[in-house]
């Protein structure tokens, strides 16, 4: 992946109605990741009609989701797959809420994604990863995964880079940083960094608690093994 093919901040910021506004974060052929900052005394409700397979993520406040068929309620770190081709209306039920959409246009899923079917850490079994590493997979493709991660305190990932996926991160509670390679590390803001194929970088929490993150993975490949850890060499 050249770096043409990808954007990284700064993020594109629209405008809504008001306060309310869209925020691009990332845009590639194969995946958009947008933030709707929704303000409920502008803009009480907001239609949705994805032509593609749209996971919606609610990163702060409530909402209700109702489309032809299904209804919804969400709270902080829930989801749902916002039904293709078919209207869905989101109704705010707090004065403010935040969401993360992320649109796959090359991913083939079944029906059940078509029922606004909740999915959160209270609905799928976490597992334990290697230096204690919580992991609740939300969603996961051969080309892709969605998963809420959390990491513990003064917890120091070694550099790796994914071979051919490229990598988003995105903050939900606690401070992260992201070391480089022969640089300093880089704070995560509120957009989240996305780092593309190739690039060396390890996750970093330098509080005293634990850091959660909302993580996703698309590969370029038809499988998303390929993760290679970088060794440092003796001078």
């Known amino acids: 992946m050249s770096q043409a093919d990808h954007n990284t901040l700064p993020v594109i910021q629209h405008p809504l109605y008001g306060e309310s506004k869209r925020i691009i974060i990332h845009q590639q052929e194969d995946v958009l990741i947008v933030h709707e900052h929704l303000n409920q005394a502008t803009t009480p409700s907001r239609l949705y009609r994805p032509a593609d397979y749209c996971f919606c993520f609610v990163i702060k406040g409530e909402v209700h989701l109702q489309s032809e068929q299904h209804s919804v309620n969400l709270k902080p ?4 797959w916002l039904p293709s081709q078919q209207s869905s209306v989101l109704t705010l039920l707090t004065p403010n809420a935040t969401l993360c959409t992320i649109r796959f246009t090359k991913i083939a899923l079944t029906g059940q994604h078509q029922t606004l079917q909740k999915v959160s850490t209270g609905t799928v079994d976490s597992k334990l990863e290697k230096k204690h ?11 892709a995964r969605i998963c809420i991660e959390k990491y513990p305190a003064h917890y120091s990932e070694a550099l790796y880079y994914q071979k051919a996926a490229s990598h988003y991160v995105l903050p939900l509670k606690g401070s992260a940083y992201l070391a ?3 640089a300093a590390a880089i704070p995560c803001t509120e957009f989240g960094q996305f780092i593309p194929a190739r690039e060396a970088s390890g996750i970093i929490n330098p509080d005293d608690d634990h850091l959660i993150a909302l993580t996703v993975i698309v590969s370029q490949q038809q499988k998303l093994k390929g993760r290679v850890i970088v060794l440092n060499r003796p001078s």
């Open 180 to 182: 480089k390679k022969n």
């Open 77 to 80: 770190y829930q989801a749902v």
């Open 133 to 143: 590493i919580q992991v609740w997979p939300l969603w996961e493709s051969k080309t």
